[in-house]
């Protein structure tokens, strides 16, 4: 597949990966309403939520959100301004450049989707061409892919303490040494606009 858009929008980065857990719904509309309808890189997300409710969630953000919202439930190739969710009970990854795809949760994952999972398999396709972003959430989910990223030359965010309802993520995630940039929410979309040099 040519991907021609790629040299039209952004010399950089190509691709944008969030995670988010408890607190998480609110924050990543926050995020995806400040980065305006133009925004130009595919979103990839990784959301915990509890089975049966991606699908009330992605409509959700739809109908907030001035972006097109996917729920993925087969390989996909991913496309500039659109955002996209894994299927209830599987994660989301990139198997290989611009193509998604969702991978079934078996009992002994922690987490579903995994942002440790879709963080890594970024980093594996996209590297030094990535944004990655950590939200608020309970637990460590996130904090070693979001490493792998940040190592693999990639630009990373944290959401900071005072902004989150559980700061438990994104204080892993930066104790990690993952985190280039710690933001409060409202700071977040602004300065990821500003990477591309949009703003």
């Known amino acids: 597949m040519t991907l021609k858009w790629l040299d039209q929008v ?9 995670a988010a857990s408890t607190g998480g719904p609110t ?6 309403r400040d980065l305006g309808s133009s925004f130009p890189l595919p979103m990839v997300i990784a959301q915990h939520v509890t089975a049966g409710f991606m699908c009330a969630l ?24 659109h955002v996209y969710l ?9 198997i290989r450049y ?4 969702i991978k079934k949760s078996i009992p002994i994952d922690h987490y579903c989707p995994s942002a ?12 030094s061409r990535a944004i990655g972003v950590i939200l608020t959430g309970m637990g460590d989910d996130g904090a070693q892919g979001l490493l792998e990223l940040a190592r693999a030359g990639g630009t990373t965010f944290g959401q900071d303490e005072d902004s989150c309802i559980v700061y438990g993520m994104p204080k892993m995630a930066k104790v990690h040494g993952a985190v280039h940039h710690e933001l409060p929410l409202e700071q977040l979309g602004m300065s990821i606009a500003a990477v591309l040099g949009k703003v």
């Not at 952004?10 to 969030?18: D, F, H, Q, S, W």
């Not at 001035?66 to 087969?74: G, R």
């Not at 611009?98 to 795809?101: D, F, P, S």
């Open 98 to 101: 611009h193509v998604v795809n």
């Open 58 to 81: 992605a409509d959700w953000l739809a109908s907030t959100i001035p972006l097109p919202v996917h729920v993925i439930e087969h390989e996909t190739p991913i496309l500039p301004g």
């Open 27 to 32: 924050a990543l509309q926050t995020i995806l």
């Open 10 to 18: 952004n010399k950089e980065y190509a691709i944008l990966v969030i």
């Open 116 to 127: 440790d999972h879709l963080f890594s398999s970024v980093a594996h396709h996209y590297g």
């Open 86 to 94: 894994p299927y209830d009970d599987h994660h989301l990854e990139i």
